[in-house]
């Protein structure tokens, strides 16, 4: 049984940093994409980063430059770093992973879901 558990999430002031992990179980190591996506209160989900199995990393243009995803295959974790974080930031955060794709941004691809962590940013 494939498990995602997310954590790191919590209350924040605009400008300060958070760090999410994601800790993976029921997949072999290096074998699945890793994502982050957020859905703030009243909107779609949305894609934030990803991860590729071998340690590639895409983002969002909302993100970039202030968002860094890693991975660390020997653990089976995963990890968002947030900086200079911003109230439209506010959001719960889920990691996904998928086998089937190598590079994706659409939540669709994606099987396997945490159950996503509250990150709170105050002005």
């Known amino acids: 049984q494939v498990q995602l558990v997310e954590s790191g999430g919590g209350l924040v002031q605009a400008g300060n940093s958070l760090r999410l992990s994601c800790a993976i179980s029921g997949l072999t190591s290096g074998t699945y994409l890793m994502g982050w996506f957020r859905q703030a209160p009243g909107k779609e989900r949305a894609f934030v980063a990803g991860v590729s199995k071998t340690g590639a990393s895409f983002y969002a243009d909302s993100v970039k430059d202030r968002f860094f995803v890693s991975r660390d295959n020997s653990k089976y974790e995963g990890y968002l770093q947030m900086e200079s974080l911003l109230p439209e930031d506010t959001a719960v955060y889920y990691c996904?992973?998928?086998?089937?794709?190598?590079?994706?941004?659409?939540?669709?691809?994606?099987?396997?879901w945490g159950q996503g962590t509250q990150v709170t940013v105050s002005s």
């Open positions: 996904a992973a998928t086998q089937r794709y190598g590079y994706s941004a659409e939540g669709n691809d994606y099987d396997y």
